[in-house]
Protein backbone atom coordinates (compact mmCIF):
# COMPACT_ATOMS: atom_id res chain seq x y z
CA UNK A 1 0.00 0.00 0.00
CA UNK A 2 1.35 3.39 -1.20
CA UNK A 3 1.61 5.81 2.18
CA UNK A 4 1.91 9.46 1.93
CA UNK A 5 1.43 12.46 4.34
CA UNK A 6 -1.43 14.17 2.62
CA UNK A 7 -3.47 12.99 -0.38
CA UNK A 8 -4.46 15.19 -2.70
CA UNK A 9 -7.71 14.06 -5.26
CA UNK A 10 -7.94 15.67 -8.33
CA UNK A 11 -5.51 17.84 -10.25
CA UNK A 12 -7.54 20.52 -11.41
CA UNK A 13 -6.65 24.51 -10.58
CA UNK A 14 -7.03 23.74 -6.94
CA UNK A 15 -5.64 20.62 -6.67
CA UNK A 16 -2.63 21.32 -8.28
CA UNK A 17 -2.47 25.37 -6.48
CA UNK A 18 -2.86 22.82 -3.01
CA UNK A 19 -0.21 20.36 -4.11
CA UNK A 20 2.19 23.51 -4.34
CA UNK A 21 1.50 25.17 -1.39
CA UNK A 22 2.10 21.98 0.58
CA UNK A 23 4.93 20.56 -1.60
CA UNK A 24 6.75 23.98 -1.20
CA UNK A 25 6.55 23.41 2.30
CA UNK A 26 8.08 20.40 1.86
CA UNK A 27 5.53 17.85 3.18
CA UNK A 28 4.96 14.72 1.37
CA UNK A 29 2.22 14.46 -1.35
CA UNK A 30 0.26 12.26 -3.73
CA UNK A 31 -2.05 13.46 -6.12
CA UNK A 32 -4.52 11.69 -8.11
CA UNK A 33 -6.38 12.39 -10.82
CA UNK A 34 -8.24 10.66 -13.10
CA UNK A 35 -8.08 12.54 -16.40
CA UNK A 36 -4.82 12.73 -18.43
CA UNK A 37 -3.72 16.18 -17.61
CA UNK A 38 -5.12 17.62 -20.68
CA UNK A 39 -7.53 20.55 -20.27
CA UNK A 40 -10.13 20.52 -23.27
CA UNK A 41 -12.51 22.63 -22.26
CA UNK A 42 -10.86 25.67 -20.70
CA UNK A 43 -12.90 27.29 -17.72
CA UNK A 44 -11.39 29.58 -15.98
CA UNK A 45 -9.19 32.15 -17.29
CA UNK A 46 -9.00 35.69 -14.99
CA UNK A 47 -6.56 35.16 -12.30
CA UNK A 48 -7.59 37.63 -9.84
CA UNK A 49 -5.14 40.05 -8.16
CA UNK A 50 -4.84 37.58 -4.86
CA UNK A 51 -4.31 34.75 -6.90
CA UNK A 52 -1.23 36.50 -8.72
CA UNK A 53 0.19 37.41 -5.47
CA UNK A 54 -0.11 33.95 -4.50
CA UNK A 55 1.65 33.14 -7.80
CA UNK A 56 4.57 35.87 -6.75
CA UNK A 57 4.98 33.31 -3.91
CA UNK A 58 4.99 30.22 -5.49
CA UNK A 59 7.60 31.46 -8.08
CA UNK A 60 5.49 31.12 -10.99
CA UNK A 61 5.10 34.58 -11.80
CA UNK A 62 6.93 34.73 -15.12
CA UNK A 63 5.78 32.09 -16.37
CA UNK A 64 1.84 32.72 -15.82
CA UNK A 65 2.83 36.67 -16.65
CA UNK A 66 4.42 34.97 -19.98
CA UNK A 67 1.73 32.31 -20.56
CA UNK A 68 1.26 34.00 -24.17
CA UNK A 69 -1.75 35.90 -23.90
CA UNK A 70 -1.35 39.16 -26.07
CA UNK A 71 -0.10 42.20 -23.98
CA UNK A 72 -2.26 44.65 -26.45
CA UNK A 73 -5.27 42.90 -26.29
CA UNK A 74 -8.05 45.21 -24.57
CA UNK A 75 -10.34 43.49 -22.54
CA UNK A 76 -13.52 45.83 -23.32
CA UNK A 77 -16.46 44.32 -22.02
CA UNK A 78 -19.67 44.62 -24.81
CA UNK A 79 -23.00 44.30 -24.32
CA UNK A 80 -24.69 43.77 -27.89
CA UNK A 81 -27.62 42.03 -29.83
CA UNK A 82 -25.25 39.90 -31.78
CA UNK A 83 -22.01 40.72 -32.88
CA UNK A 84 -23.64 42.11 -36.70
CA UNK A 85 -26.33 43.46 -34.33
CA UNK A 86 -26.52 46.59 -32.15
CA UNK A 87 -24.38 47.58 -30.12
CA UNK A 88 -25.56 48.39 -26.68
CA UNK A 89 -22.54 49.71 -25.07
CA UNK A 90 -18.86 48.88 -24.83
CA UNK A 91 -16.83 50.10 -22.00
CA UNK A 92 -13.26 50.09 -22.46
CA UNK A 93 -11.04 48.32 -20.29
CA UNK A 94 -7.08 48.37 -20.78
CA UNK A 95 -4.94 45.59 -22.32
CA UNK A 96 -2.41 44.18 -19.48
CA UNK A 97 0.29 45.48 -20.86
CA UNK A 98 -1.70 48.96 -20.07
CA UNK A 99 -3.04 48.37 -17.30
CA UNK A 100 -1.61 49.84 -13.96
CA UNK A 101 -0.02 47.65 -11.03
CA UNK A 102 -2.59 48.34 -8.39
CA UNK A 103 -1.59 50.42 -5.51
CA UNK A 104 -3.03 47.42 -3.10
CA UNK A 105 -0.94 44.88 -4.22
CA UNK A 106 2.72 44.62 -5.89
CA UNK A 107 0.61 42.39 -8.63
CA UNK A 108 -2.04 43.41 -11.35
CA UNK A 109 -4.60 40.57 -12.55
CA UNK A 110 -3.80 38.12 -15.45
CA UNK A 111 -5.77 36.21 -18.46
CA UNK A 112 -4.39 32.59 -18.43
CA UNK A 113 -6.39 30.30 -19.50
CA UNK A 114 -6.87 27.28 -17.75
CA UNK A 115 -5.28 25.15 -20.77
CA UNK A 116 -2.07 27.30 -20.13
CA UNK A 117 -2.29 27.86 -16.17
CA UNK A 118 -3.04 24.07 -15.12
CA UNK A 119 0.26 22.67 -16.90
CA UNK A 120 2.06 26.04 -15.57
CA UNK A 121 1.04 24.55 -11.95
CA UNK A 122 1.89 20.99 -12.83
CA UNK A 123 5.44 21.43 -13.91
CA UNK A 124 5.82 23.38 -10.76
CA UNK A 125 4.85 20.72 -8.81
CA UNK A 126 6.67 18.14 -10.70
CA UNK A 127 9.96 20.22 -9.69
CA UNK A 128 8.98 19.62 -6.27
CA UNK A 129 11.06 16.03 -5.04
CA UNK A 130 7.86 16.05 -2.19
CA UNK A 131 5.46 15.53 -4.18
CA UNK A 132 4.18 12.87 -6.73
CA UNK A 133 1.47 13.88 -9.25
CA UNK A 134 -0.18 10.96 -10.61
CA UNK A 135 -2.35 10.64 -13.80
CA UNK A 136 -4.87 8.09 -15.07
CA UNK A 137 -5.70 7.31 -11.27
CA UNK A 138 -9.35 7.59 -10.27
CA UNK A 139 -10.53 7.29 -6.50
CA UNK A 140 -13.25 5.31 -5.99
CA UNK A 141 -13.78 5.26 -2.14
CA UNK A 142 -12.47 6.83 0.12
CA UNK A 143 -12.66 5.48 4.26
CA UNK A 144 -11.70 6.99 7.15
CA UNK A 145 -9.71 4.98 9.53
CA UNK A 146 -9.80 4.95 13.12
CA UNK A 147 -6.36 5.90 13.59
CA UNK A 148 -7.02 9.59 12.58
CA UNK A 149 -5.99 8.63 8.67
CA UNK A 150 -7.38 7.73 5.65
CA UNK A 151 -7.04 4.93 3.20
CA UNK A 152 -8.84 5.04 -0.74
CA UNK A 153 -9.19 2.64 -3.08
CA UNK A 154 -8.28 3.73 -6.55
CA UNK A 155 -7.98 2.43 -10.25
CA UNK A 156 -5.92 2.74 -12.96
CA UNK A 157 -8.17 3.97 -15.54
CA UNK A 158 -5.88 2.67 -18.53
CA UNK A 159 -5.72 -1.10 -16.97
CA UNK A 160 -8.46 -1.13 -14.51
CA UNK A 161 -5.62 -2.51 -11.86
CA UNK A 162 -7.11 -1.11 -8.45
CA UNK A 163 -4.41 -0.12 -5.24
CA UNK A 164 -4.77 1.31 -1.64
CA UNK A 165 -3.53 4.92 -0.47
CA UNK A 166 -3.15 5.63 2.99
CA UNK A 167 -2.88 8.94 4.44
CA UNK A 168 -3.01 11.39 6.95
CA UNK A 169 -4.91 13.47 5.28
CA UNK A 170 -6.69 13.69 2.35
CA UNK A 171 -7.88 17.16 0.43
CA UNK A 172 -10.51 16.38 -2.26
CA UNK A 173 -10.54 19.05 -5.09
CA UNK A 174 -12.52 16.57 -7.05
CA UNK A 175 -14.83 19.21 -8.61
CA UNK A 176 -18.17 20.44 -8.37
CA UNK A 177 -19.39 16.76 -8.42
CA UNK A 178 -17.58 15.58 -6.13
CA UNK A 179 -17.62 12.20 -5.25
CA UNK A 180 -15.71 12.57 -1.98
CA UNK A 181 -18.37 14.77 -0.87
CA UNK A 182 -20.93 13.03 -1.97
CA UNK A 183 -19.05 9.16 -0.01
CA UNK A 184 -18.85 11.78 3.13
CA UNK A 185 -22.26 12.74 2.98
CA UNK A 186 -21.94 16.35 2.74
CA UNK A 187 -25.02 18.34 1.55
CA UNK A 188 -24.39 21.62 0.10
CA UNK A 189 -26.98 24.64 0.92
CA UNK A 190 -27.75 27.43 -1.15
CA UNK A 191 -29.82 27.34 -4.98
CA UNK A 192 -29.38 24.67 -6.32
CA UNK A 193 -29.97 25.70 -9.78
CA UNK A 194 -29.94 29.49 -11.63
CA UNK A 195 -30.16 27.81 -14.98
CA UNK A 196 -28.52 25.54 -17.32
CA UNK A 197 -25.76 27.00 -20.21
CA UNK A 198 -23.66 25.22 -22.62
CA UNK A 199 -20.49 26.17 -23.01
CA UNK A 200 -18.77 25.69 -26.94
CA UNK A 201 -15.26 25.90 -26.78
CA UNK A 202 -14.01 27.14 -30.45
CA UNK A 203 -11.59 27.98 -33.22
CA UNK A 204 -12.22 31.26 -35.16
CA UNK A 205 -9.25 32.74 -36.86
CA UNK A 206 -11.25 35.53 -38.36
CA UNK A 207 -14.21 36.54 -35.43
CA UNK A 208 -12.89 40.01 -35.20
CA UNK A 209 -12.05 40.90 -38.58
CA UNK A 210 -15.26 39.49 -40.21
CA UNK A 211 -17.44 41.17 -37.71
CA UNK A 212 -15.94 43.90 -37.80
CA UNK A 213 -15.75 44.24 -34.17
CA UNK A 214 -12.49 45.34 -31.79
CA UNK A 215 -11.03 43.32 -29.47
CA UNK A 216 -13.00 43.11 -26.45
CA UNK A 217 -13.09 40.22 -22.90
CA UNK A 218 -16.55 39.67 -23.32
CA UNK A 219 -19.42 40.20 -25.41
CA UNK A 220 -22.76 39.51 -23.75
CA UNK A 221 -25.51 39.08 -26.63
CA UNK A 222 -29.04 40.43 -25.62
CA UNK A 223 -32.35 39.82 -27.73
CA UNK A 224 -35.55 40.96 -26.39
CA UNK A 225 -36.36 38.11 -24.68
CA UNK A 226 -33.43 39.03 -22.25
CA UNK A 227 -29.97 37.77 -22.36
CA UNK A 228 -29.17 34.78 -24.84
CA UNK A 229 -25.14 34.33 -23.55
CA UNK A 230 -21.58 35.20 -23.73
CA UNK A 231 -18.69 34.74 -26.01
CA UNK A 232 -15.54 35.03 -23.86
CA UNK A 233 -11.63 35.38 -25.25
CA UNK A 234 -9.92 32.99 -24.24
CA UNK A 235 -6.17 32.48 -25.86
CA UNK A 236 -6.55 36.80 -27.25
CA UNK A 237 -6.30 35.30 -30.80
CA UNK A 238 -7.97 32.69 -32.61
CA UNK A 239 -9.87 30.75 -29.54
CA UNK A 240 -12.68 31.77 -28.17
CA UNK A 241 -15.75 30.32 -25.76
CA UNK A 242 -19.19 31.03 -26.71
CA UNK A 243 -21.85 30.34 -23.44
CA UNK A 244 -25.26 30.31 -24.13
CA UNK A 245 -28.63 29.91 -21.81
CA UNK A 246 -30.58 27.40 -22.34
CA UNK A 247 -33.48 27.30 -19.29
CA UNK A 248 -34.11 25.29 -16.24
CA UNK A 249 -33.86 21.71 -17.65
CA UNK A 250 -30.33 19.46 -18.34
CA UNK A 251 -29.90 19.88 -22.49
CA UNK A 252 -29.64 16.52 -23.94
CA UNK A 253 -26.25 17.56 -26.44
CA UNK A 254 -27.04 15.44 -28.59
CA UNK A 255 -30.43 17.36 -29.44
CA UNK A 256 -28.84 21.10 -29.71
CA UNK A 257 -28.06 22.36 -33.09
CA UNK A 258 -24.99 24.08 -31.08
CA UNK A 259 -23.88 25.92 -34.62
CA UNK A 260 -27.31 27.02 -35.35
CA UNK A 261 -27.56 28.59 -32.32
CA UNK A 262 -24.01 29.96 -32.35
CA UNK A 263 -24.70 31.47 -35.86
CA UNK A 264 -27.44 33.38 -34.40
CA UNK A 265 -25.69 35.83 -32.69
CA UNK A 266 -22.54 35.68 -34.00
CA UNK A 267 -23.34 35.94 -37.95
CA UNK A 268 -22.84 33.29 -40.93
CA UNK A 269 -19.76 34.48 -42.34
CA UNK A 270 -17.70 33.92 -39.35
CA UNK A 271 -15.37 30.52 -39.52
CA UNK A 272 -16.51 28.15 -37.13
CA UNK A 273 -14.53 25.18 -35.74
CA UNK A 274 -16.04 23.58 -32.58
CA UNK A 275 -13.53 22.11 -30.74
CA UNK A 276 -15.83 20.94 -27.30
CA UNK A 277 -19.33 21.41 -26.04
CA UNK A 278 -19.88 21.00 -21.84
CA UNK A 279 -23.46 21.62 -20.89
CA UNK A 280 -23.32 22.38 -16.93
CA UNK A 281 -25.17 24.06 -13.93
CA UNK A 282 -25.26 27.24 -12.93
CA UNK A 283 -25.65 27.05 -9.18
CA UNK A 284 -24.84 28.63 -6.14
CA UNK A 285 -24.51 26.39 -3.23
CA UNK A 286 -21.59 26.00 -0.05
CA UNK A 287 -20.97 22.61 1.22
CA UNK A 288 -22.32 22.58 4.89
CA UNK A 289 -18.82 20.93 6.01
CA UNK A 290 -15.60 21.88 4.85
CA UNK A 291 -13.87 18.71 7.23
CA UNK A 292 -15.15 15.28 8.02
CA UNK A 293 -12.31 13.76 10.18
CA UNK A 294 -9.06 13.91 8.10
CA UNK A 295 -10.69 14.88 4.68
CA UNK A 296 -11.22 18.27 3.70
CA UNK A 297 -12.72 19.75 0.75
CA UNK A 298 -11.33 22.56 -1.41
CA UNK A 299 -12.16 24.40 -4.38
CA UNK A 300 -15.39 23.36 -6.61
CA UNK A 301 -16.25 20.26 -4.24
CA UNK A 302 -16.79 22.43 -1.29
CA UNK A 303 -18.72 25.34 -3.62
CA UNK A 304 -20.34 26.06 -7.22
CA UNK A 305 -20.56 29.39 -8.07
CA UNK A 306 -21.87 31.26 -11.19
CA UNK A 307 -18.78 32.36 -13.52
CA UNK A 308 -19.96 35.75 -13.50
CA UNK A 309 -16.82 37.42 -11.51
CA UNK A 310 -14.69 34.60 -12.22
CA UNK A 311 -14.30 34.17 -8.46
CA UNK A 312 -14.48 30.19 -8.72
CA UNK A 313 -11.11 28.73 -9.29
CA UNK A 314 -9.35 31.80 -7.53
CA UNK A 315 -12.13 30.81 -4.32
CA UNK A 316 -11.06 27.55 -4.14
CA UNK A 317 -6.97 28.35 -5.00
CA UNK A 318 -7.43 30.72 -1.94
CA UNK A 319 -8.84 28.03 0.19
CA UNK A 320 -5.78 26.05 -0.82
CA UNK A 321 -3.74 28.33 0.81
CA UNK A 322 -5.54 28.17 3.81
CA UNK A 323 -5.32 24.85 4.23
CA UNK A 324 -2.11 24.26 3.47
CA UNK A 325 0.10 25.99 6.27
CA UNK A 326 -2.41 24.76 8.61
CA UNK A 327 -1.86 20.79 7.55
CA UNK A 328 2.04 21.74 7.43
CA UNK A 329 2.04 23.27 11.44
CA UNK A 330 0.01 19.59 12.30
CA UNK A 331 2.42 17.70 10.53
CA UNK A 332 5.53 19.03 12.21
CA UNK A 333 3.92 18.66 15.19
CA UNK A 334 3.73 22.96 15.96
CA UNK A 335 0.13 23.18 15.07
CA UNK A 336 -3.05 21.91 16.98
CA UNK A 337 -6.22 21.06 15.92
CA UNK A 338 -8.10 24.07 16.49
CA UNK A 339 -6.11 24.74 13.16
CA UNK A 340 -7.77 22.11 11.59
CA UNK A 341 -10.78 23.48 12.22
CA UNK A 342 -10.58 26.82 11.76
CA UNK A 343 -10.23 25.97 7.99
CA UNK A 344 -13.82 26.15 7.81
CA UNK A 345 -14.93 28.95 9.88
CA UNK A 346 -12.71 31.09 7.84
CA UNK A 347 -13.42 29.73 4.39
CA UNK A 348 -17.21 28.75 4.04
CA UNK A 349 -18.10 32.28 5.15
CA UNK A 350 -15.62 33.39 2.32
CA UNK A 351 -17.42 30.91 -0.36
CA UNK A 352 -20.70 32.04 0.93
CA UNK A 353 -19.89 35.36 0.26
CA UNK A 354 -18.05 35.02 -3.33
CA UNK A 355 -20.76 32.82 -4.94
CA UNK A 356 -23.90 35.36 -3.84
CA UNK A 357 -21.37 37.92 -5.05
CA UNK A 358 -20.99 35.92 -8.64
CA UNK A 359 -24.79 35.59 -8.31
CA UNK A 360 -25.82 39.14 -7.95
CA UNK A 361 -23.15 39.90 -11.07
CA UNK A 362 -25.40 37.23 -12.72
CA UNK A 363 -28.61 39.08 -11.76
CA UNK A 364 -27.08 42.44 -13.29
CA UNK A 365 -27.35 41.31 -16.70
CA UNK A 366 -31.08 41.24 -16.98
CA UNK A 367 -32.58 44.69 -17.59
CA UNK A 368 -35.63 46.03 -16.00
CA UNK A 369 -36.67 47.46 -19.09
CA UNK A 370 -39.52 46.38 -21.61
CA UNK A 371 -36.90 45.08 -24.37
CA UNK A 372 -39.20 44.13 -26.88
CA UNK A 373 -38.61 46.97 -29.29
CA UNK A 374 -34.68 46.11 -29.03
CA UNK A 375 -34.19 45.60 -32.12
CA UNK A 376 -36.38 48.29 -33.87
CA UNK A 377 -34.20 50.59 -35.82
CA UNK A 378 -36.08 54.08 -35.59
CA UNK A 379 -35.11 56.58 -32.57
CA UNK A 380 -37.03 55.06 -30.33
CA UNK A 381 -35.22 51.79 -30.65
CA UNK A 382 -32.01 53.54 -30.67
CA UNK A 383 -32.85 55.16 -27.26
CA UNK A 384 -34.18 51.84 -25.77
CA UNK A 385 -30.55 50.15 -26.79
CA UNK A 386 -28.77 53.39 -25.25
CA UNK A 387 -30.69 53.07 -21.57
CA UNK A 388 -30.60 49.59 -21.48
CA UNK A 389 -27.01 49.46 -22.28
CA UNK A 390 -26.07 52.10 -19.65
CA UNK A 391 -28.19 50.40 -16.85
CA UNK A 392 -26.83 46.99 -17.89
CA UNK A 393 -22.79 48.25 -17.72
CA UNK A 394 -23.89 49.81 -14.38
CA UNK A 395 -25.83 46.72 -12.96
CA UNK A 396 -22.74 44.07 -13.75
CA UNK A 397 -19.92 46.56 -12.86
CA UNK A 398 -19.38 44.88 -9.87
CA UNK A 399 -18.25 42.15 -12.02
CA UNK A 400 -15.38 43.43 -13.77
CA UNK A 401 -14.41 45.55 -10.65
CA UNK A 402 -14.28 43.56 -7.59
CA UNK A 403 -11.68 44.40 -5.85
CA UNK A 404 -13.46 43.72 -2.22
CA UNK A 405 -14.29 40.42 -3.02
CA UNK A 406 -10.63 39.95 -4.34
CA UNK A 407 -9.02 41.52 -1.79
CA UNK A 408 -11.16 42.47 1.02
CA UNK A 409 -12.30 39.12 2.37
CA UNK A 410 -11.58 38.58 6.05
CA UNK A 411 -11.68 36.27 8.64
CA UNK A 412 -13.98 37.23 11.67
CA UNK A 413 -14.80 34.66 14.69
CA UNK A 414 -11.65 32.84 13.69
CA UNK A 415 -10.64 30.65 16.84
CA UNK A 416 -6.74 31.26 15.85
CA UNK A 417 -7.28 35.13 15.27
CA UNK A 418 -7.18 37.15 18.28
CA UNK A 419 -9.64 40.32 17.81
CA UNK A 420 -9.42 43.99 19.27
CA UNK A 421 -12.08 45.98 19.07
CA UNK A 422 -12.23 47.76 16.18
CA UNK A 423 -14.76 48.18 13.76
CA UNK A 424 -14.90 46.06 10.57
CA UNK A 425 -14.29 48.02 7.20
CA UNK A 426 -17.54 47.70 5.43
CA UNK A 427 -17.16 44.56 3.08
CA UNK A 428 -18.02 46.29 -0.39
CA UNK A 429 -17.68 44.03 -2.89
CA UNK A 430 -16.15 46.43 -5.27
CA UNK A 431 -13.74 48.42 -2.94
CA UNK A 432 -10.46 46.81 -0.68
CA UNK A 433 -9.58 49.24 2.06
CA UNK A 434 -6.41 47.72 3.58
CA UNK A 435 -5.72 47.56 7.20
CA UNK A 436 -3.21 45.30 9.50
CA UNK A 437 -7.07 44.04 11.62
CA UNK A 438 -6.74 40.76 12.37
CA UNK A 439 -8.46 38.56 9.65
CA UNK A 440 -7.55 40.49 7.29
CA UNK A 441 -4.99 39.87 4.53
CA UNK A 442 -1.85 41.80 5.60
CA UNK A 443 -1.29 45.19 3.57
CA UNK A 444 0.96 45.71 0.62
CA UNK A 445 3.46 48.33 0.88
CA UNK A 446 7.06 48.91 -0.91
CA UNK A 447 9.87 48.09 0.81
CA UNK A 448 12.87 50.93 0.21
CA UNK A 449 14.81 47.87 -0.89
CA UNK A 450 12.28 47.37 -4.21
CA UNK A 451 10.13 44.21 -1.78
CA UNK A 452 6.41 43.95 -1.11
CA UNK A 453 5.49 43.37 2.40
CA UNK A 454 4.27 40.61 1.19
CA UNK A 455 7.02 39.02 0.42
CA UNK A 456 8.14 38.46 3.87
CA UNK A 457 5.35 36.62 4.50
CA UNK A 458 4.94 32.90 3.30
CA UNK A 459 7.24 30.37 5.00
CA UNK A 460 6.25 30.91 8.80
CA UNK A 461 4.57 33.41 11.33
CA UNK A 462 6.33 37.53 10.74
CA UNK A 463 6.34 39.59 13.69
CA UNK A 464 6.27 42.93 11.67
CA UNK A 465 7.58 45.41 14.31
CA UNK A 466 7.83 49.68 13.45
CA UNK A 467 9.32 50.27 16.23
CA UNK A 468 13.39 50.53 16.39
CA UNK A 469 13.84 48.04 19.28
CA UNK A 470 14.17 45.10 18.93
CA UNK A 471 15.00 43.21 22.17
CA UNK A 472 11.75 44.16 22.68
CA UNK A 473 10.44 41.02 20.34
CA UNK A 474 13.14 38.44 22.08
CA UNK A 475 10.82 37.36 24.57
CA UNK A 476 8.32 35.93 22.09
CA UNK A 477 10.72 35.45 19.52
CA UNK A 478 12.96 32.80 22.31
CA UNK A 479 9.67 30.89 23.57
CA UNK A 480 8.59 30.57 19.64
CA UNK A 481 11.77 29.00 18.94
CA UNK A 482 11.03 26.73 22.08
CA UNK A 483 7.81 25.84 20.73
CA UNK A 484 8.95 25.03 17.18
CA UNK A 485 7.29 27.93 15.95
CA UNK A 486 8.79 29.11 13.22
CA UNK A 487 8.67 33.04 13.92
CA UNK A 488 11.08 35.96 12.77
CA UNK A 489 10.79 39.57 13.37
CA UNK A 490 10.88 42.08 10.40
CA UNK A 491 11.61 45.48 10.76
CA UNK A 492 9.13 47.67 8.97
CA UNK A 493 9.66 51.28 7.63
CA UNK A 494 7.83 54.34 8.99
CA UNK A 495 6.46 54.76 5.59
CA UNK A 496 4.34 51.81 5.76
CA UNK A 497 2.67 53.41 9.11
CA UNK A 498 -0.39 54.63 7.18
CA UNK A 499 -1.23 50.42 6.49
CA UNK A 500 0.27 48.85 9.38
CA UNK A 501 -1.53 50.62 12.13
CA UNK A 502 -0.23 49.57 14.92
CA UNK A 503 3.62 48.91 16.31
CA UNK A 504 3.29 44.71 15.95
CA UNK A 505 1.32 42.96 13.38
CA UNK A 506 1.54 39.04 13.67
CA UNK A 507 1.04 37.99 10.20
CA UNK A 508 0.41 33.98 9.53
CA UNK A 509 2.16 32.03 6.83
CA UNK A 510 -0.79 32.55 4.18
CA UNK A 511 -0.11 36.49 4.52
CA UNK A 512 -3.72 36.94 7.00
CA UNK A 513 -2.94 39.08 10.36
CA UNK A 514 -3.55 36.90 13.36
CA UNK A 515 -3.24 39.85 16.13
CA UNK A 516 -1.85 43.63 16.16
CA UNK A 517 -0.81 45.41 19.20
CA UNK A 518 1.58 48.65 20.14
CA UNK A 519 2.53 46.42 22.85
CA UNK A 520 3.42 42.91 22.89
CA UNK A 521 1.19 40.61 25.13
CA UNK A 522 2.35 40.34 28.68
CA UNK A 523 1.21 36.41 28.05
CA UNK A 524 2.70 36.04 24.93
CA UNK A 525 2.45 32.04 25.29
CA UNK A 526 -1.01 32.35 24.93
CA UNK A 527 -0.96 34.44 21.81
CA UNK A 528 1.39 31.79 20.63
CA UNK A 529 -0.86 28.80 21.31
CA UNK A 530 -3.55 30.79 20.28
CA UNK A 531 -2.97 31.34 16.98
CA UNK A 532 -1.23 28.24 16.15
CA UNK A 533 -4.29 26.14 17.45
CA UNK A 534 -3.71 24.86 20.42
C1 LIG B 1 -17.84 29.06 -18.09
C2 LIG B 1 -16.98 29.12 -16.86
C3 LIG B 1 -16.03 30.13 -16.73
C4 LIG B 1 -15.26 30.22 -15.58
N1 LIG B 1 -14.34 31.23 -15.45
C5 LIG B 1 -13.63 31.36 -14.31
C6 LIG B 1 -12.65 32.38 -14.15
O1 LIG B 1 -12.40 33.19 -15.04
N2 LIG B 1 -11.98 32.45 -12.97
C7 LIG B 1 -12.21 31.55 -11.97
O2 LIG B 1 -11.59 31.68 -10.90
N3 LIG B 1 -13.09 30.54 -12.11
C8 LIG B 1 -13.80 30.42 -13.25
N4 LIG B 1 -14.68 29.39 -13.40
C9 LIG B 1 -14.78 28.38 -12.35
C10 LIG B 1 -13.63 27.39 -12.43
O3 LIG B 1 -13.58 26.77 -13.68
C11 LIG B 1 -13.76 26.36 -11.34
O4 LIG B 1 -14.04 27.01 -10.12
C12 LIG B 1 -12.45 25.59 -11.20
O5 LIG B 1 -12.17 24.86 -12.36
C13 LIG B 1 -12.53 24.64 -10.01
O6 LIG B 1 -11.31 24.01 -9.87
P1 LIG B 1 -11.20 22.64 -9.08
O7 LIG B 1 -9.77 22.25 -9.21
O8 LIG B 1 -11.81 22.79 -7.74
O9 LIG B 1 -12.15 21.64 -9.85
P2 LIG B 1 -12.06 21.11 -11.34
O10 LIG B 1 -11.45 22.14 -12.23
O11 LIG B 1 -13.40 20.61 -11.67
O12 LIG B 1 -11.03 19.92 -11.25
C14 LIG B 1 -11.38 18.71 -10.60
C15 LIG B 1 -10.39 17.65 -11.04
O13 LIG B 1 -10.62 16.47 -10.27
C16 LIG B 1 -10.57 15.35 -11.13
N5 LIG B 1 -11.38 14.29 -10.51
C17 LIG B 1 -12.72 14.28 -10.32
N6 LIG B 1 -13.10 13.16 -9.68
C18 LIG B 1 -11.98 12.46 -9.45
C19 LIG B 1 -11.73 11.21 -8.81
N7 LIG B 1 -12.72 10.47 -8.29
N8 LIG B 1 -10.46 10.76 -8.75
C20 LIG B 1 -9.43 11.50 -9.27
N9 LIG B 1 -9.63 12.68 -9.90
C21 LIG B 1 -10.88 13.16 -9.97
C22 LIG B 1 -11.13 15.84 -12.44
O14 LIG B 1 -10.70 15.03 -13.52
C23 LIG B 1 -10.57 17.25 -12.50
O15 LIG B 1 -9.32 17.30 -13.14
C24 LIG B 1 -15.45 29.27 -14.55
C25 LIG B 1 -16.38 28.25 -14.68
C26 LIG B 1 -17.15 28.17 -15.83
C27 LIG B 1 -18.17 27.07 -15.96
Redesign the pocket.
Known sequence: MHETSVLV?????????MALELGLRGQEVLV????D?TVDH???????IR?MEFCRRWGILDEVRGCGFPEDYPLDIVFSTGLQGYELVRERYPALGEMPVPPESPERRQRCP?MWF?PILARAVSHQDSVTLRYH????EVIENSDGGVVVR?TDTRTGEESLVRARFAVA????????RSALGIDMSGVPLLNY?V?VFFRSPDLLDVSGQDPAARFIFVSPDGPVGNL?VVDGRDLW?F?YMVGDSRPNVSELDVEATMRRVLGEKVKIEILSV?P?R?SQLVADQYRSGSVFL????????S?T?????????GEAVDLGWKLDAVLRGWGGDNLLDSYEVERRPIAVRNSSAATRNFKGWYSDADLSGLLDPDEAGARLRRAVGEELIEGTRAEWESKGVILGYRYENSPICVPDDSPAPADDYRVYEPTNRAGHRAPHAWLGDGRSTLDLYGDGFVLCDLGADADSAKEILDLATALHIPLQRAALPSSVEDLYQTRYTLVRPDGHVAWRGDTLPDQPATLLRTVTGH
Not at 42 to 48: C, T
Not at 173 to 180: F, I, P
Open positions: IGAGPVGLSLEAGGPRAGGLSTQDTRVDCCDGATSRVSGTRTAWRVGDSAHTMPGGFGSNTGI
